[in-house]
């Protein structure tokens, strides 16, 4: 997936465990894990607004996009067929 999920960066930025990280933003554990890895397929402007002032950032400390390669839009699209 072209987004990147950046949240165990600035959690090691502000010395973070994810126990810590998931109770103060009001989330479970597993579902911060499913974050931090990437395998969300969408995350609520309010979970990404709670994380955004937990951690002190900004959105775009959390996410980032890379170009994603012809190989993968060519599978996605596939996807998108089913």
Request: one cysteine or more; a negative charge; proline letters at 4%.
């Amino acid at each position: 997936m072209p987004i990147i999920v950046d949240v165990d960066v600035m959690m090691a930025r502000r010395k973070m465990s994810a126990g810590e990280l998931a109770e103060a933003v009001g989330i479970t554990p597993a579902n911060l894990a499913v974050l931090k890895n990437g395998r969300a397929k969408a995350v609520r402007f309010t979970t990404l607004a709670a994380l955004c002032r937990v951690l002190e950032c900004q959105p775009g400390d959390l996410l980032r996009w890379e170009d994603a390669g012809e190989g993968e839009l060519l599978q996605r699209g596939n996807d998108d067929r089913d």
